[in-house]
């Protein structure tokens, strides 16, 4: 495994006060597939939003290839570029084409040229099955295409680290196989991501580590051997229980 | 009732005119008020400190007071203080005020409705917060805004009756005119609903129709 | 007779108050008018039959598309004409503007309603709710809340529009004004002091709705 | 143009009708009387002829020779409603029966007498026109291609529009609005019944009148409804009996002769009896 | 089991000439659980909706106790009273509390006394664990409680059948147990139940039979071990895989 790509130190965040994130410490590396679980409202996303620049923080620091990212110096719209998003309703722009959909950062912001960024974004559109879709609308598009889409859009800048929350919650059941499966060949490729997700399946098959929250806070960390098979904090236990206790579920009575 | 009608086509030329000018008016106005609603929403949307008060005190003036006392304002009283502007330039400075007023309130909501999602996803591609207000924000909220926005050109074009108070030759001030001097009121009242028909009946039926296409946020094609 | 500008502005004060006083009661009686009738057209706007939203878009348009000053005139001065109705200056001003207020609260209340989720209409028929039930109990109250903003911004609209009623004699803030002014004709700075008082009297009249429909719009915005 | 014939047909029928009928007007004397109070319409913002004092009062040379009709008809000055009208309402007043009588400087013409009955005149004003001394007119020939302002509706107005097209007009909705525009330079002079003109630029030096006047005699009258003859004839006599008394000379001096100065003749202005 | 409470004889329904149900035959006894699959698009809510008069149908007989709903005789707002039906996003009454959520149809459409409807809404607010929250606002509540809500929102009708149309597609994944377990509750006290799920664990458990729809069409009912075991039709397969698949998923090669 790489060099270390992320570095999060102590890391504070509230909402008027409400503390959200406390004293956070996560290393990430290069090439490494770390998978967020906790319950909701644990502060999963918020953690991705802080790393994303989308939330201010209000303690530690948050160190990017060991530069700090909130010391000013670089400004987040440099940083975005380098760390990709990807969100839960996909939020693609709804007035745009596909292509322009995912140009607008390459030209705009990176200033390429249209020729090599649009050969760019083909040869990514075509990764996740969706090159004829290229010039239509987003609403056009079923909920995973979409949302395919929208990780082409945050791949086509050619981010170092990919943060993904939640992607696949809002899609209908039948079209997460699909999405997930782009992840799994990002991860393949050695792309460096931070998941959240509440596919424990995925979570599973994908991750190097998982790293479990609960309030705020960081209660485990393991391989996700581990942390499926014998998890070690009583809340890991107890959140695990309620994913799978119907599925061994008790059937009825007949009546 | 008995109606003049030589009397009406007789004066057929000066309505057709007055009915001009009325969209002439109108139509300057609405341009000039979407000028302003752009750059007071772009204000807004950057929160640049000092212009925004500015802009929410032109706004409260706009919709709080009558457009007949701005007018008069800016026609007789400025003078007095210096300042002669012209029939014209007084319609077009008090009409935009009234419109920029009006029309900064319609994009105010239209960027209010564009999900707080699309800013987070535009910055988390990098844009500037310029090339979100350009690409993303402003593109979206204009869409949203057209059936409103296209309401409030109906507002506005009615408005231009006031403008008749300081002898613009529109279609209330003919009307009016000829009515003092001859009084063929029904005859002349006629006139002027006409005009006002053709005028607004078909902005009327296209108002429904991008109401309805607009209603679900329909977007491209 | 020479005033100085602030004798003027006292010497005004109670003709304008009066004036005050007369857009203010024939505003709030249009208010009420308004939307009572308003809910009322916004209903028909969205009738399932078709002679109702037919009639109703009738109304619409024809109210739209004519001036008010026209519908004065033909309330007040065409009724006894052509069929010798008689209707008091007060009433016909009362009811044209009313009738204009009427329309433009119905198209909020229409825009209200439709925008209202169709769930929350197939969850209450899936009670067993009738189409009254439903409107009473259901859509109604929800309209309101997504109508009263913009509802409030056509009151202010109401009460600077009152103003035109005085071509049937009916008297009102302006025309104080005026009578003020033109009183005074030969001071001239009559005009500036009487219009900027008179700005500043609309501006008290609705700024304060301003101010509330902003309110109710970031209470109920959630 | 609205026929006699339906006039007679409601005259008769209204003399049954209660005074709580409601508002409507037009009637002849016995429904005037029935109804106890007489209807009148007004201006309110067009001084000396109907504005208003300070508490809102209805006062002017129109206003209270219409309260003086209310005396000698009903008996007390009192028993008047007064109707504030517009340039362009005051003629669908009449013809909608919403007043019995319009006293709001009507200046007489032919048109207008297809419309309504015009009583015998009260005044003849003579109109003349203000320009700015600088402007260099001083004739009435040298306003060809000008841009002269005037009050709508008004005796000016009714003139310049029918004799001279030579001229451009600006027409505003009010004496102070025609007065200010013109000290704006927003036209090359402003036409005017005079004793207005008078009053204004003696406090507003750099203007003057041109001498000639544009028109010597246009009678301004008292209207009532087309057909009413009963109250037109009743009014005439009635300005043939204040007319023995100088009453509106009376009014004259009340209202006018301060504007005109002590030099005018009050004969070129009112027509004491009716009588131009 | 009971006698039949619906039959469905060759119904018919289409938007705009688009046929979206074909011939679909299904008898429902009393007491039944049956859970219908397939994939988006197929059909299932429209199905639901036609039972519950939300949607007319085209052709073919619908009939509740062997009356025909269609015929016009008993108008839908009173057969409405005895079919209840829960939706995917609950769609409570925003502006009334809970209880008067609950009550708004016993109260108004019924004209049961406040008081004993009130009993009755009690009772069942706490055997969903509710109780507690009788006079909150729905917006004050999670999407699983206000799902609970709306769950005993259509049992305090008495209704004889129950629809529910993927009643935890919107909630969180944590909430979705608290959903499905009072679901199951109410099939153990033989409660007549049409679900369109999911959640394949939930069906495989609450069903007395499975129907498999495709394209308008019911193409297999079966009982539900045979039909996640031995499905017999192809598309039916087809439909399995897509949910299965991932969870036997490959993993990555590691990095
Ligand atoms: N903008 C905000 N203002 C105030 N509180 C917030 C805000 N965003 C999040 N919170 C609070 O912060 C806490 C963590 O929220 P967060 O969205 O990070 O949780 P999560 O773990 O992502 O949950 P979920 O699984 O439901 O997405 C929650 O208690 C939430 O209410
Ligand atoms: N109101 C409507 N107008 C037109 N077409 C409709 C309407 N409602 C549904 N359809 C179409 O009918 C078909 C069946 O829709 P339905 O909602 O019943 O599917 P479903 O099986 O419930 O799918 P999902 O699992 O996505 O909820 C779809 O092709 C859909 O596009
Ligand atoms: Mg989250
Ligand atoms: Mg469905």
């Not at chain 1, 170092?160 to 992607?167: A, G, K, N, S, T």
């Not at chain 1, 485990?220 to 051997?225: F, N």
């Not at chain 3, 009738?99 to 929350?120: D, F, H, N, Y």
Request: charged content about 20%; proline content about 4%.
């Amino acid at each position: 495994m790489g060099e270390r790509l992320l570095q999060l130190r102590q890391v504070e965040k509230s909402f008027d006060g409400h503390r959200v994130l406390k004293r956070i410490d996560l290393d990430v590396a290069a090439g490494e597939v770390v998978v967020i679980l906790g319950p909701s409202g644990c502060g999963k996303s918020t953690l991705l939003r802080c790393l994303n620049g989308l939330e201010p923080i209000q303690g530690g620091t948050l160190l990017f290839k060991g530069e700090d990212l909130n010391a000013g110096k670089v400004p987040w719209r440099v940083t975005r570029q380098k760390i990709g998003m990807v969100f839960q309703s996909y939020h693609l722009f709804p007035h745009m084409t596909v292509l322009d959909n995912i140009l607008l950062g390459p030209l705009k912001v990176q200033k390429r040229s249209r020729r090599e960024a649009a050969a760019d974004a083909e040869k990514l559109l075509s990764r996740v099955g969706l090159l004829d879709k290229k010039n239509a609308y987003p609403r056009q598009l079923s909920g995973g295409q979409q949302q395919r889409i929208a990780i082409v859009r945050a791949l086509c800048m050619r981010p170092e680290v990919m943060l993904f929350d939640e992607v696949t919650a809002a899609l209908d059941p039948e079209m997460v196989k699909e999405v997930l499966e782009v992840m799994l060949d990002l991860a393949r490729e050695g792309m460096t991501m931070l998941i959240v997700t509440h596919e424990m399946r995925f979570a599973r098959a994908v991750a190097d580590r998982i790293v479990f929250m609960d309030g705020g806070e960081i209660c485990e960390i393991a391989p996700p051997d581990a942390f499926f098979n014998r998890p070690q904090s009583g809340r890991a236990r107890q959140f695990l229980n309620r994913f799978f206790e119907i599925e061994t579920g008790k059937g009825r009575e007949e009546v | 009732m008995h109606l003049d009608t030589d009397f009406m086509w007789k004066h057929l030329p000066d309505f057709v005119r007055a009915g001009g000018e009325t969209l002439r008016i109108g139509g300057i106005a609405i341009f000039f008020s979407l000028f302003v609603a752009v750059i007071h929403s772009f204000i807004l949307f950057f929160r640049i400190r000092p212009l925004t008060w500015a802009v929410r005190l032109h706004i409260e003036l706009a919709r709080n007071t009558p457009l007949l006392i701005q007018l008069f304002f800016l026609y007789f009283a400025l003078p007095q203080l210096g300042i002669k502007l012209s029939a014209m330039t007084t319609v077009f400075i008090a009409m935009s005020f009234l419109g920029g007023g009006y029309f900064t309130e319609v994009f105010r909501s239209g960027m209010e409705a564009v999900e707080k999602s699309q800013s987070e996803s535009g910055l988390a591609i990098g844009l500037s917060k310029w090339q979100l207000f350009r690409y993303v924000i402003l593109p979206q909220a204009l869409r949203i805004s057209i059936p409103s926005l296209f309401a409030n050109f109906i507002f506005l074009l009615k408005e231009t009756t006031v403008v008749s108070a300081i002898a613009v030759p529109e279609l209330l001030y003919t009307t009016t005119s000829y009515i003092s001097l001859y009084y063929k009121t029904y005859e002349m009242l006629l006139m002027m609903t006409l005009c006002y028909l053709v005028i607004f009946l078909p902005l009327s039926f296209l108002l429904g129709y991008l109401e309805r296409r607009y209603r679900h946020g329909a977007f491209g094609l | 007779m020479a005033l100085s500008a602030y004798e003027l502005l006292f010497r005004s004060l109670p003709q304008l108050g009066e004036g005050l006083w007369a857009t203010l009661r024939i505003s709030l009686l249009t208010i009420v008018f308004s939307v009572a009738g308003g809910i009322g057209f916004g209903l028909l706007r969205t009738s399932r039959l078709l002679l109702p939203r037919l009639l109703s878009r009738v109304i619409l348009e024809l109210v739209r598309s004519v001036p008010i000053l026209v519908w004065l005139f033909f309330f007040f001065f065409g009724l006894p004409i052509l069929f010798d109705i008689h209707l008091p200056a007060f009433a016909s001003a009362l009811l044209v503007l009313s009738l204009w207020g009427m329309t433009e609260i119905g198209e909020i209340v229409r825009g209200a309603l439709q925008s209202l989720p169709k769930g929350q209409t197939e969850a209450a028929k899936s009670l067993g709710l009738s189409g009254r039930q439903l409107l009473v109990y259901v859509l109604v109250p929800q309209a309101v809340r997504r109508m009263a903003p913009p509802a409030i911004n056509v009151f202010t609209r109401i009460v600077m529009t009152s103003s035109l009623t005085v071509l049937v004699g009916v008297p009102e803030l302006i025309k104080s004004g005026q009578q003020i002014i033109e009183r005074h004709y030969t001071l001239s700075y009559a005009s500036v002091v009487i219009y900027g008082l008179m700005a500043l009297l609309y501006f008290a009249l609705c700024y304060p709705l301003s101010v509330f429909s902003r309110r109710l719009e970031k209470r109920w915005a959630g | 143009a609205c026929g006699a014939v339906k006039d007679s047909k409601d005259a008769t029928r209204s003399g049954a009708k209660p005074a709580s009928a409601g508002e409507s007007g037009g009637g002849s004397i016995g429904k005037i009387k029935d109804r106890g109070k007489l209807i009148v319409g007004v201006f309110t913002d067009k001084p000396p002829f109907g504005f208003t004092d300070d508490k809102g009062n209805k006062i002017g040379f129109d206003s209270d020779l219409a309260k003086r009709f209310a005396k000698d008809l009903l008996g007390d000055e009192s028993k008047i409603e007064f109707v504030t009208v517009e340039p362009a309402s005051r003629i669908p007043f009449l013809q909608s029966d919403k007043v019995d009588l319009i006293v709001a400087n009507m200046t007489v013409t032919d048109e207008r007498k297809e419309a309504v009955d015009f009583t015998n005149p009260t005044m003849k004003v003579a109109t003349q026109v203000l320009v700015s001394e600088k402007s260099g007119l001083k004739t009435l020939a040298d306003l060809k291609g000008k841009k002269i302002i005037v009050t709508k509706g008004t005796t000016a107005d009714l003139f310049l529009t029918k004799n001279r097209p030579d001229v451009e007009l600006v027409k505003y909705e009010r004496n102070t609005e025609s007065l200010q525009a013109l000290k704006d330079g927003r036209g090359d002079g402003y036409a005017q019944d005079n004793f207005v003109l008078f009053a204004w630029s003696r406090q507003n030096p750099g203007f003057t009148l041109i001498p000639e006047k544009l028109e010597k005699e246009a009678p301004i009258a008292p209207a009532v409804k087309k057909g009413n003859t009963e109250l037109r004839d009743w009014v005439n006599k009635e300005l043939e009996t204040l007319g023995q008394e100088k009453f509106l000379l009376k009014l004259y001096n009340t209202y006018v002769k301060e504007e005109l100065g002590a030099s005018t003749d009050p004969n070129d202005v009112i027509t004491e009896g009716g009588k131009l």
